[in-house]
C-alpha cells in the first residue's frame, strides 16, 4: 500500500488562518497589529526571494512587516546596532535577520545581540537552552513545523523511536529536543554513526535533515514508519533542466513508509507559517496576554 502523503501546503495553509485571526485579535486589544522586522544584508539572490516572500506572508495574515535592506559592505558593528535598536522599538515583536551573511559578519554575534523575547527563529542560546530543559521557548520554524505534521498524522507520539538523521542547531538538534518533549525514544544520526541504514530502520519516525539528494533509500525505511523529508536540493533533470527532490528517494520510499511529505510542498511551507505563528506567540508573551490556542 502507498504510503499517505503529508499536505504541508494545506497544513500551512490552515496555520496562516489561525495566525491571522490571532492576528486580528491582538490588534483589538492592543491596538497596534503585531510586528516583524526582516533585516537583509546583501544581494543575496535566494534569500531575497525568501524576505519578500515572508513579507507578502506577514500581510496576508494582517501582521505588519518591517524590512530592512543593507549593503553587501555593512559592517558587524552597524548590523548589531541595527539589531539593538529593533529589541528597543516597542512595535516590533520579532526579530529575524537573514543567513547566511556576508563574510566579515559573525552570525553568532548578531544572533547573540537578539533580544531571545523577539527571536522568532528561536536561535538564541537563551532559547535554545530553553528548549533542552523544557522550559517555554521559541522554537526554530521548521523543526517546529516537522513536529506539527508529525502530531497531525500520528496523534500521540509518545513513546515511539524517532531518528533525525543530522545534527545542525536550525533543525537536527532543536527537533530531536521536540521529540524528547513528546515522550519519543530519540536517536540523532550523522556522518560518522555507524551502519546509518541499520540505525533509521528501527525507526517509526524518521526525519532527515542532511542536504544530500535522495540518501534514504527504500531499505532504510521500516515497513509503516512515517518520514518528514526536510531537505531540499535541486539536482539535473537533463537538457539543462533541474528538479527539486528531498534528502529521501521519494517513489521507493512512499512504497514502505505509512506517510511521509514530499519535496517540494511537504515541510517547506510550514517554515513561514510557523514564522507567523512565532511572531504572534512573541508579541503576546511580551506583553502579558498569555498563549492563544490553536497555535
Excluded at 40 to 69: F, N, W
Excluded at 228 to 234: A, Q
Amino acid at each position: 500500500m502507498a504510503a499517505a502523503v503529508i499536505d504541508g501546503k494545506a497544513f500551512a495553509q490552515g496555520l496562516r488562518g489561525r495566525v491571522a485571526d490571532a492576528a486580528a485579535r491582538f490588534q483589538a486589544e492592543t491596538g497596534r497589529a503585531p510586528g516583524l522586522a526582516v533585516v537583509l544584508v546583501g544581494e543575496d539572490p535566494a534569500s531575497s526571494v525568501y524576505v519578500r516572500s515572508k513579507g507578502k506572508a506577514c500581510q496576508e495574515a494582517g501582521m505588519t512587516s518591517i524590512e530592512h535592506r543593507l549593503a553587501e559592505t555593512t559592517t558587524q558593528a552597524e548590523l548589531i546596532a541595527l539589531v539593538e535598536a529593533l529589541n528597543a522599538d516597542p512595535n516590533v515583536d520579532g526579530i529575524l535577520v537573514q543567513l547566511p551573511l556576508p563574510k566579515q559578519i559573525d552570525d553568532k554575534a548578531v544572533i547573540a545581540a537578539i533580544d531571545p523575547a523577539k527571536d522568532v527563529d528561536g536561535f538564541h542560546v537563551v532559547n535554545a537552552g530553553r528548549l533542552a530543559v523544557g522550559e517555554d521557548a521559541l522554537v526554530p520554524c521548521t523543526p517546529l513545523g516537522c513536529l506539527m505534521l508529525l502530531k497531525d498524522q500520528m496523534g500521540d507520539l509518545s513513546g515511539k523511536d524517532a531518528v533525525v538523521i543530522g545534527r545542525s542547531n536550525i533543525v537536527g538538534k532543536p527537533m530531536a529536543q521536540l521529540l524528547l518533549g513528546e515522550s519519543c525514544t530519540v536517536t540523532i544520526a550523522h556522518s560518522r554513526t555507524k551502519d546509518l541504514p541499520a540505525v533509521v530502520r528501527r525507526a517509526d519516525i524518521v526525519v532527515a535533515a542532511v542536504g544530500r539528494p535522495e540518501m534514504v533509500k527504500a531499505d532504510w525505511i521500516k515497513p509503516g514508519a512515517v518520514v518528514i523529508d526536510v531537505g531540499i536540493n535541486r539536482i539535473e533533470a537533463g537538457e539543462s533542466k533541474t528538479r527539486l527532490v528531498g534528502d529521501v528517494a521519494y517513489d521507493e520510499a512512499a512504497a514502505i513508509a505509512s506517510a511521509i511529505t514530499p519535496v517540494p510542498g511537504g515541510v517547506g511551507p510550514m517554515t513561514i507559517a510557523v514564522l507567523l505563528r512565532n511572531t504572534v506567540v512573541a508579541a503576546r508573551a511580551r506583553l502579558g496576554l498569555g498563549a492563544e490556542a490553536g497555535l
